[in-house]
C-alpha cells in the first residue's frame, strides 16, 4: 500500500478487440501470447457494456480495468486489485481526451492508426515504466503535439532540399484539408 | 520525398476495414529503413517508417538479435535531424529496443547533448531515455545533470528527472539517495505533479528510515501540498506510520486520524475516496473513526460515474465483513444498486447486503436476487452463492427459504463452475445445519436426475453413500441413485454401484433390496460397473457364504485412501505410497480352505519385498537413523550351494551408508552356532568406513538368521569398492537325539565369497511410460555423451543385456530385446540413481564385422522441479477420480477373482426377466414416448418392480418412482414434467401404508374405458391396495373404486412386445 499509484497497462483495440497500441508496464504479463490472452480477457469481458458516455469499471484476476469507448476505439487503463479505482479513472480520462485532442475530435480506429504516431507519443507521456507523469489532457497533447522544427536550429543549417520538404509538406497538407 | 502514410492500394480502398498498416511486413519494413542512412535525411519520412517499426512491435512482432542491433545504428544516425517531431520519434525507438550497453555508449552522447539542449522536450525526453537505457557506470557521469534537471524550471524536465530517479533507485540505491536535498528542493514545486514525484522518490529513498518518514509525513500533514496524487500518496505514507506506531500510543486518540478525516473534506474526488479507504482499513478502527469514511461512501454510492459507484461498494464490502452494522446505514441506498448497469457493482451490492442484512430483510432479498440472477453472469453468481452460504451459516433458522433458493438456481442453466458452486454450499449446509439434511439431500438428488457433469454426479452420489444412510429414511434415495444405473454413463453407473452398496453397509434393513440392485448390476455394459458391483456383493456377504463382519465393509467402503492425495502444498511423492499391497481378508479367508493346511510357514529370506526390508531395518536401532532406504539389492550368495553354512548377502544403500544384510543359513543338523558376525575387510573400498554391526545371537539348523554390517559413506555419492568377508562364529555341538546343545563352543571361521558394491546398486529401476517425452522433459543442458568400445561380443543381444545389467537400471518399452542379427540396436533406460536423481540413458550399439561392439551413451538426469512437477499433476488429475474410484483399484486381484464367482453364482439362480417396450400412447400413466421395464424376481414369480421411467423423443418429460408391473407408481411420487404436465394438471396421487399394505388414492379428471383412459373433465377416483414386500411390491389385491385396468402385472397393456426369457 505505500507503494505509488501504478498503471499495469493501457490498452487501446478496436471494435474487434484487435490492437491498436498497447503499453504494459508490468510483469505480469511475460510474453505476448500472455498479453494477448489478457486483452481478449478485457475485451470480451467488457464489450456489452455501455462505456460511452462514463467510464465503466471491471474487476477480475486481480486487475482493475477501467475503460472508455467512443467509436470504434476501446480505451482502458489497468492496474492491480489495490489500485485507487478513481486514481486509474483519471489516468484513463486524460488518456481518452489527449487523444481526442490530438486527432481534432475525429477519434476512430482508421484515424488512430493514421496519427499511431500521435498515440504512441501520447501514450510515452502519460506513463513512464507504471509510474503516472500526466494526466491532464490539454498538457499532455500539448507535449505530443510539438512538431515543430528545433527552435535552437539556425535556418542556414536547414538544406535547401529540407527547407523544400518543408514547403512541399506544407503544401501538400494545405491541399489535403 | 514525402508520401502518404502507406500507398493507397486500390483494390482495399473499397473495404469497410481500412488501416494504414494493411499489408505490412516486417522484411519489407526493415529494408524502408534504410531511408535513415541517406545522407539527405527526409524527417518526415522518416519518422513514418519509424511508426512503421513501433507499430510492428506492439503487435507482438519481435525482431531477432540482428534486425535489432541493424536498426538500432540506423536510428542513431537520424540524430542529425533537427526535426523536433524525428527526434521524439526516435527517443521513442531507442526505448523500445532497449540496446544493450555495449551499443548504449553509441546514443550516449548524443543523449547528454539532447539533455543540455535549450528546447525543454529534448532534455525531458532525453533524461527519460538515457536513464531507461543506461547502466551505473554511466549514470555516475550524467548525476551532475540530473541533479540540475530535478530542480530545473521547467515542470516537465523536472518530472521526467524524478521519475527516471523512481526507477534508478531499484538500481542504483546508493546513487540515487545522494539527490535526497535537490528532490527536498523540488517538493517545493509549484507544480502540482513535481510535488507528487517528488514526493514518491522521497519517500522511496527513505523508506528504511521509519523516523523520517515519520517526520515527513508531520510536516507534509500540516502544510498544503498541492496536487491529489500528491495528497493519494501521502495518504498512504500516513496510512503506514499509523500502522507503524500502533501500540505505542495509549491514549484514545489516533495519530493523524484528523488529518485523514480533513481529506474526507478534499475537493478531488480521489483524495477523498483514498482517505475514506484509509481509514476503513485502520487497525482496531472503531465505530466513531468510521463513521465519517462511511457517510462520504454512502454519497458516492449515488454518484453519476460508474467507477465512483464501484470504489464505494467495492470498499463498503469490505468493511462489511468486519463491521456490518457500520454499514446497515447505507442498505437502502445499495438495494437501489442491484438493479445497476454495471454488474460488478449489482454484484458487489447484493453481497454486501447479504452480509449487512439481519434475519428478517433476508426473505425480501432473496426475492430481489432471485430477479437479478437471471441476467448476471457466471462468475457473479458464483459471488452472489458464495455469499448466500456465509448468510445461511449465519441464520440456520432462515435455511428453508436460503436452500429454496439454491436448489432453484440449480434448476437454472448454468456452467460447471457455477453449479459446482451450487453444490458446495448446499453440501456444505448439509454438514453444518443438521436440519437441512433432509430437504438438501432431496435437492441433490434431483439435481443429479438432471446433471450434464458426470464430475457434479459422482460427487453427490458419493456424498449421498456417506450422508443418505443416516437420515430417517434413506430408502427414498435408492431409487434417485438407481436411476443414475439406468440413465448415466459408466463412470457415474460405478459411482451409483458404490453408494448403494454403501446403503447396503450402513442399513441392515435396506440390505436385501440392495443386493437385487446390485445384482442387476451385474449385467452392466461396462466392466468398471460389473466389478464394482460384484465386489460390494461380496463384501458384504450377499451369497450368504461370507460372514464378513460390517466393520470390514464399512473399512473397506468408507476408509480413507492409504495416502492422502490433495495433501496441502507437498507435491506428491510415489515414494510414500506402500508398495506392499494390503494382505486383504478375502484372500486370507480363501487360503485355508483351498490349500491343504498345514503346509507351513511361507517361504522365508529372499522373496519379502522392500517394504519388509525397510521396515526390518528401521526396527533395529543401529540403522534407524539412517534415513529412507534407497534400494535393497537382490540377494548375492556368498558361499557355493550344498556348503556347511549358506550365506547369501543383501545390499541396502541408504543416502550416506549402506548396510550389509547377511542371511545366514546352517545346514549342519549337529551344530548350533551362536555370537555369528561377518568381519568384513573393507582396505580395498576406500570410502566406506564400518560403523556398526550386528552379531546374531544364535543360528540353530535350518533356521535362516540375519546379522549386519553397517558402513558410512559420502553423502549422496555412488561410492564403490569390493569387501573380503569371513563368518566369525561360536560352534556348539548339539545332540541330534535330544536336541541340547553343549556348553562349551569352539570358536571358528569361515570364509566367504568377496563382495562387491557397484554403481547397479545406486541405480533404481524406475520405468517411464513414454520415453520420448520424458526425455524431452530432461533439461539438454545435462546431457552427456559418452563412446566406449566393448570388445568382441558374440553378438549384440549380450552387449545390451551386459550394459543393463551394469547399469542397473530399467528397460523402457521392450527395447532390451534385440532383434536376431541386427547390426544396429537402440536401448533406451530410465532409473532413479541416489539423491533421486531421474536418469534416462539411451544406448546405440553397433557390431561390425569382427564381432567389434561399440557403444554411445547418453544420458540425461533431469531436473528435480520436473519431476515432482510431473509427478504433482499426476496427483492432481487423480484426484477428481478418486472420490469413487479409489477403493477398489486397491486390489486389482481381489476384484478379478470375484468376477469369476459372480458369474458363476449367476448361472445357479434362476431368474425370470420380463421386457417390454411400447411406444406413443396416450393417456395417464404414460407419456408419449418408449418406456422400458425390467423385471426380475426368482421362481418365475414376477415379484420386483423398479424404477419406472419414461422419456420422451425430447428427453423432456420423465416419471420415476417404484412401480408395478401396472405402470402404478407405488411407494413413490409421480411427477410430471412437459407435456404431462399440462394435461395432468389438478391430478392427486397419495400412497400410504397400512398393516403391510400399500394404499394408492388418485384422483384425476378424464375419463376410463376398459384398458385405456383419457383426459377429460369427468372427476373419477380410484383406490388400489396392494401389498408390501421385500424390495418392491407385489402387486396383490386392487380395490378400485370404479372399473379400472388393474390386475395381475401380465404385461398385456397396449400389445406389448412382449418376451419371456429365462436361465
Not at chain 1, 538544406?159 to 494545405?174: K, P
Not at chain 2, 492422502?564 to 487360503?591: C, M, N, T, Y
Not at chain 2, 557397484?758 to 533404481?764: E, K, N, P, T
Amino acid at each position: 500500500m505505500e507503494k505509488c499509484p501504478s498503471v499495469k497497462s493501457i490498452l487501446l483495440l478496436d471494435s474487434e478487440g484487435k490492437r491498436v497500441a498497447v503499453k504494459y508496464y508490468s510483469d505480469d504479463w511475460p510474453t505476448n501470447a500472455a498479453k494477448e490472452a489478457f486483452e481478449k480477457d478485457v475485451f470480451t469481458k467488457t464489450q456489452k457494456t455501455n462505456a460511452r458516455t462514463e467510464a465503466e469499471i471491471a474487476m477480475f484476476e486481480n486487475n482493475m480495468v477501467v475503460y472508455k469507448f467512443v467509436q470504434d476505439l476501446h480505451f482502458f487503463v489497468t492496474g492491480g486489485e489495490d489500485e485507487n479505482e478513481l486514481i486509474l479513472a483519471t489516468v484513463l480520462q486524460g488518456f481518452f481526451d489527449a487523444v481526442g485532442l490530438l486527432l481534432r475530435g475525429n477519434v476512430d480506429k482508421r484515424e488512430a492508426l493514421e496519427n499511431l504516431d500521435l498515440i504512441l507519443l501520447c501514450l510515452d507521456e502519460i506513463v513512464d515504466g507504471g509510474i503516472i507523469l500526466e494526466t491532464d489532457a490539454t498538457v499532455i497533447a500539448g507535449k505530443v503535439a510539438s512538431h515543430s522544427i528545433d527552435a535552437g536550429a539556425p535556418l542556414s543549417e536547414q538544406t535547401i532540399s529540407q527547407a523544400l520538404a518543408t514547403a512541399r509538406e506544407h503544401l501538400t497538407r494545405s491541399l489535403l484539408k | 520525398m514525402a508520401q502518404p502514410l502507406v500507398k493507397k492500394d486500390d483494390d482495399h480502398d473499397d473495404e469497410a476495414e481500412y488501416s494504414p498498416f494493411l499489408g505490412i511486413e516486417k522484411g519489407a519494413v526493415l529494408q524502408e529503413a534504410r531511408v535513415f542512412n541517406d545522407p539527405q535525411l527526409d524527417p518526415r519520412r522518416c519518422s513514418q517508417v519509424i511508426t512503421k517499426l513501433l507499430y510492428l512491435l506492439n503487435q507482438g512482432e519481435t525482431f531477432t538479435k540482428i534486425e535489432a542491433t541493424e536498426v538500432f545504428f540506423a536510428v542513431t544516425k537520424l540524430f542529425q535531424s533537427r526535426d523536433l517531431g524525428l527526434r521524439r520519434m526516435v527517443y521513442l525507438m531507442i526505448k523500445e529496443l532497449s540496446p544493450s550497453s555495449d551499443e548504449v555508449i553509441i546514443v550516449t552522447s548524443s543523449l547528454m547533448k539532447d539533455m543540455n539542449s535549450k528546447t525543454d522536450m529534448y532534455r525531458a525526453n532525453a533524461i527519460r531515455v538515457l536513464c531507461r537505457i543506461t547502466d551505473g557506470t554511466l549514470l555516475t557521469q550524467i548525476e551532475r545533470y540530473l541533479k540540475q534537471a530535478i530542480v530545473d524550471k521547467n515542470p516537465v524536465v523536472a518530472s521526467a528527472a524524478l521519475v527516471s530517479g523512481i526507477h534508478l533507485l531499484q538500481s542504483n540505491p546508493e546513487i540515487v539517495k545522494r539527490w535526497s536535498n535537490e528532490v527536498q528542493e523540488a517538493m517545493q514545486s509549484r507544480a502540482a505533479l513535481v510535488q507528487f514525484h517528488a514526493l514518491a522518490l522521497l519517500h522511496q529513498i527513505r523508506q528504511n528510515d521509519r523516523l523520517a518518514v515519520s517526520k515527513l509525513v508531520t510536516s507534509l500533514t500540516r502544510g498544503t501540498v498541492r496536487s491529489p496524487l500528491a495528497q493519494c500518496l501521502l495518504i498512504r505514507y500516513t496510512c503506514q506510520v499509523i500502522r507503524e506506531s500502533a501500540g505505542n500510543t495509549q491514549t484514545g486518540e489516533r495519530p493523524f486520524y484528523d488529518y485523514l478525516e480533513s481529506c474526507l473534506r478534499h475537493k478531488a474526488e480521489m483524495v477523498i475516496f483514498e482517505a475514506a479507504r484509509a481509514i476503513t482499513e485502520l487497525n482496531g478502527v472503531t465505530s466513531r473513526e468510521l463513521t465519517p469514511a462511511i457517510t462520504v461512501l454512502q454519497l458516492f454510492l449515488s454518484s453519476s460515474k460508474p467507477v465512483l459507484r464501484f470504489a464505494a461498494v467495492r470498499t463498503l464490502n469490505k468493511v462489511a465483513m468486519m463491521h456490518p452494522m457500520a454499514v446497515t446505514n447505507c442498505n437502502i441506498d445499495m438495494e437501489s444498486l442491484i438493479s445497476d448497469q454495471n454488474r460488478s457493482i449489482a454484484t458487489l451490492a447484493i453481497t454486501t447486503l447479504l452480509k449487512t442484512g439481519n434475519e428478517s430483510s433476508v426473505d425480501r432479498l432473496m426475492k430481489q436476487i432471485t430477479n437479478f440472477m437471471s441476467d448476471i453472469a457466471d462468475e457473479f453468481k458464483i459471488v452472489v452463492v458464495e455469499a448466500i452460504r456465509s448468510l445461511c451459516l449465519k441464520f440456520p433458522l432462515k435455511y428453508r427459504s436460503l436452500m429454496n433458493f439454491l436448489s432453484n438456481i440449480l434448476r437454472e442453466e448454468g456452467g460447471f463452475e457455477y453449479k459446482k458452486a451450487i453444490v458446495d454450499s448446499i453440501v456444505i449446509l448439509i454438514r453444518d445445519i443438521p436440519d437441512a439434511k433432509e430437504s438438501g439431500l432431496l435437492h441433490l438428488c434431483e439435481f443429479i436426475e438432471d446433471c450434464e457433469f458426470t464430475y457434479l454426479s459422482t460427487q453427490i452420489l458419493h456424498f449421498l453413500g456417506i450422508e443418505g444412510p443416516k437420515t430417517s429414511d434413506p430408502s427414498k434415495y435408492i431409487r434417485y441413485i438407481y436411476n443414475r444405473v439406468h440413465l448415466e454413463n459408466a463412470t457415474v453407473r460405478a459411482s451409483a454401484v458404490s453408494t448403494l452398496a454403501k446403503f447396503g453397509a450402513m442399513v441392515d434393513s435396506l440390505k436385501p433390496r440392495i443386493f437385487v440392485l446390485l445384482r442387476r448390476c451385474l449385467f452392466d455394459s461396462d466392466d468398471e460397473v460389473r466389478d464394482r458391483a460384484t465386489l460390494y456383493l461380496n463384501t458384504l456377504g450377499a451369497d450368504g457364504a461370507m460372514d464378513e463382519t460390517n466393520e470390514d465393509a464399512s473399512e473397506f467402503l468408507f476408509g480413507s485412501l492409504d495416502v492422502p492425495l490433495e495433501s496441502s502444498d507437498e507435491p506428491f511423492d510415489i515414494s510414500s505410497v506402500p508398495r506392499e499391497v494390503k494382505v486383504q481378508p478375502l484372500a486370507e479367508k480363501k487360503a485355508p480352505s483351498k490349500k491343504p493346511a498345514g503346509l507351513g510357514a511361507p517361504p522365508s529370506g529372499p522373496t519379502a519385498t522392500v517394504d519388509a526390508y525397510e521396515k526390518l531395518l528401521s526396527s533395529i536401532p543401529e540403522f534407524s537413523s539412517f534415513g529412507n532406504l534407497f534400494k535393497s539389492s537382490a540377494p548375492v550368495e556368498l558361499t557355493e550351494a550344498e556348503t556347511e553354512y549358506a550365506v547369501n548377502v543383501v545390499k541396502h544403500i541408504f543416502d550416506q551408508h549402506v548396510v550389509f544384510q547377511y542371511n545366514c543359513t546352517n545346514t549342519i543338523p549337529e551344530q548350533l552356532l551362536e555370537n555369528v558376525t561377518v568381519l568384513v575387510d573393507s582396505s580395498e573400498a576406500e570410502e566406506f568406513a564400518e560403523v556398526a554391526s550386528k552379531p546374531l545371537q544364535s543360528l540353530p539348523y535350518d533356521s535362516p538368521g540375519q546379522t549386519f554390517v553397517a558402513f558410512e559413506k559420502p553423502q549422496g555419492v555412488p561410492a564403490v569398492g569390493k569387501f573380503s568377508n569371513i563368518l566369525k562364529f561360536i560352534v556348539k555341538e548339539v545332540d541330534t537325539s535330544t536336541g541340547e546343545a553343549e556348553d562349551d563352543g569352539v570358536e571358528d571361521e569361515y570364509r566367504l565369497e568377496d563382495l562387491e558394491v557397484v554403481a547397479a546398486d545406486y541405480m533404481q529401476k524406475v520405468g517411464v511410460s513414454n520415453f520420448r517425452n520424458a526425455w524431452e522433459n530432461m533439461n539438454p543442458d545435462s546431457e552427456r555423451v559418452d563412446e566406449y568400445g566393448l570388445g568382441p561380443r558374440e553378438n549384440l543381444s549380450e552387449a545390451v543385456n551386459a550394459v543393463i545389467n551394469l547399469l542397473g537400471m530399467q528397460p523402457c518399452e521392450g527395447t532390451e530385446v534385440v532383434p536376431s542379427n541386427s547390426r544396429s540396436h537402440t536401448c533406451l533406460l530410465s532409473g532413479v540413481f541416489i539423491g533421486n536423481v531421474r536418469v534416462l540413458v539411451r544406448l546405440s550399439f553397433g557390431i561390425d564385422g569382427e564381432k567389434e561392439v561399440a557403444m554411445k551413451l547418453a544420458r540425461a538426469p533431469a531436473a528435480q522441479q520436473v519431476n515432482s512437477g510431473k509427478l504433482r499433476e499426476f496427483g492432481g488429475k487423480t484426484v477428481a477420480a478418486r472420490e469413487e474410484l479409489r477403493p477398489d483399484k486397491r486390489d486389482k486381484k481381489r476384484k478379478r477373482a470375484g468376477v469369476r464367482e459372480g458369474a458363476r453364482e449367476k448361472s445357479r439362480e434362476t431368474a425370470l426377466e420380463v421386457k417390454f417396450a411400447w411406444k406413443k400412447r396416450k393417456g395417464r400413466g404414460r407419456s408419449d414416448g418408449i418406456c422400458e421395464e425390467l423385471f426380475m424376481g426368482m421362481n418365475r414369480e414376477v415379484a420386483c418392480n423398479l424404477a419406472f421411467l419414461t422419456i420422451n423423443e425430447k428427453g423432456k418429460a420423465r416419471m420415476e418412482g417404484w412401480c408395478d408391473g401396472d405402470g402404478l407408481l407405488l411407494l413413490g411420487e409421480r411427477r410430471w414434467r412437459g407435456e404431462e404436465e399440462e394435461e395432468g394438471k389438478g391430478s392427486t396421487l397419495a400412497f400410504t401404508e397400512k398393516d403391510g399394505w400399500i394404499e394408492e388414492r388418485m384422483r384425476w379428471k378424464g375419463k376410463m374405458d376398459g384398458s385405456s383412459w383419457m383426459y377429460g373433465d369427468e372427476e373419477v377416483e380410484e383406490q388400489h391396495r396392494v401389498e408390501k414386500d421385500g424390495l418392491g411390491c407385489r402387486f396383490d389385491e386392487v380395490v378400485p373404486v370404479i372399473e379400472g385396468p388393474i390386475g395381475e402385472g401380465k404385461g398385456d397393456l397396449g400389445s406389448p412386445d412382449f418376451r419371456v426369457s429365462s436361465n
